[in-house]
């Protein structure tokens, strides 16, 4: 028989993403709501290992669903990647008396989260924090709505000085194994072509798409490249390859860099958090463990979270398509 939940401890680990304070907050309110306790850890993992935690109540977390990264801040622990780390987190955990734990993450933070309930036996639910969305069992993760916001709106910005100038602007964007973000904001941006790790599209086809560009009478182009596209090293030697082929194009880099992961989170990343750490407090509650809360057709489902992390979250390529079509 499964030992009753009396206390939950919640993490925060890996890259942040805007709206895992809603998550933290809806985790501790429902805590709260269930009358069970609840500890925060600070800088995830690594908290965990070194027993730095905090007392969290309803009151704790107020005021913090508007703010961007997290109260607990975050870490990527080398430790928790050792046995011994791992032994000395889950001491940590026998004695703050935590019976399950709330990791807010992505697939690093839910790798870590499957070896460790297996070792140790500690039920836990994991709730997909990343602004990259590459995790399957959910349309969308916390922190990648806002992101795409962010995103868009500066690439709105770099299209003013590029129709300005007559400019062909790179503009890259996080998503080193996944394009997500490329393609959803280069479409919601209007960019003329979206260079995306899943996609080798070469570079004779972004050559020939430039030329069309010029020959339909553009002055001015926007491609939105993914950091982990495969046709060129990296985004200014894509671009030094298109000056020298193509030099009647003015070409300028613009790398977003950090700016996606600040700033408040959208509306629908709060309604998303707290959704998530409502759900994935029931879940652990109702003796569910090595399960990631997922949104799928408007519902907060669960998956295996071996499954989430193993299963390639895809590309839309209908999207893809409609790119092309509409960047003629």
């Known amino acids: ?143 990648y709505d806002t992101a795409l916001n962010t995103v868009v709106e500066a690439i709105d910005k770099i299209r003013d000085t590029a129709s300005s100038h007559n400019r062909l602007f790179f503009i890259e964007v996080m998503g080193r194994d996944a394009g997500f973000i490329a393609l959803n904001a280069g479409v919601g941006a209007g960019a003329e072509e979206i260079l995306i790790p899943e996609e080798d599209l070469g570079l004779d086809r972004l050559l020939e798409s430039l030329k069309r560009s010029k020959r339909s009478g553009k002055t001015s182009s926007i491609v939105v490249v993914s950091e982990g596209d495969k046709i060129g090293k990296n985004v200014f030697e894509l671009a030094e390859y298109v000056k020298e082929h193509l030099p009647e194009y003015e070409a300028r880099v613009s790398v977003l860099g950090h700016m996606q992961r600040g700033g408040n989170p959208t509306c629908f990343d709060r309604v998303l958090a707290s959704k998530m750490g409502v759900k994935a407090v029931e879940f652990l509650l109702d003796g569910e463990s090595n399960v990631m809360v997922g949104f799928v057709n408007g519902k907060i489902l669960t998956t295996n979270i071996e499954d989430a992390i193993k299963r390639e979250h895809e590309i839309n390529k209908e999207l893809l398509r409609i790119s092309d079509i509409l960047s003629i």
Do not use: H, W
Not at 109 to 120: A, D, L, N, P
């Open 1 to 143: 028989m499964k030992k009753p939940i009396k206390k939950i401890g919640v993490i925060t680990s890996g890259g942040d993403a805007p709206g895992m304070n809603a998550a933290i907050r809806a985790v501790v309110r429902a805590c709260a709501y269930y009358k069970i306790k609840c500890i925060g850890f600070y800088r995830g993992y690594q908290g965990m290992i070194d027993g730095d935690y905090i007392e969290m109540d309803a009151r704790s977390v107020k005021n913090i669903i508007s703010a961007g990264g997290t109260v607990l801040q975050s870490a990527r622990s080398q430790e928790f990647r050792t046995k011994a780390g791992r032994k000395k987190a889950f001491e940590s955990l026998k004695k703050a008396e935590v019976d399950g734990l709330i990791l807010i993450g992505g697939d690093g933070t839910f790798t870590g989260g499957v070896v460790f309930g297996k070792e140790f036996d500690i039920p836990f639910v994991g709730i997909p924090g990343t602004i990259d969305n590459d995790i399957a069992g959910t349309t969308s993760t916390i922190g």
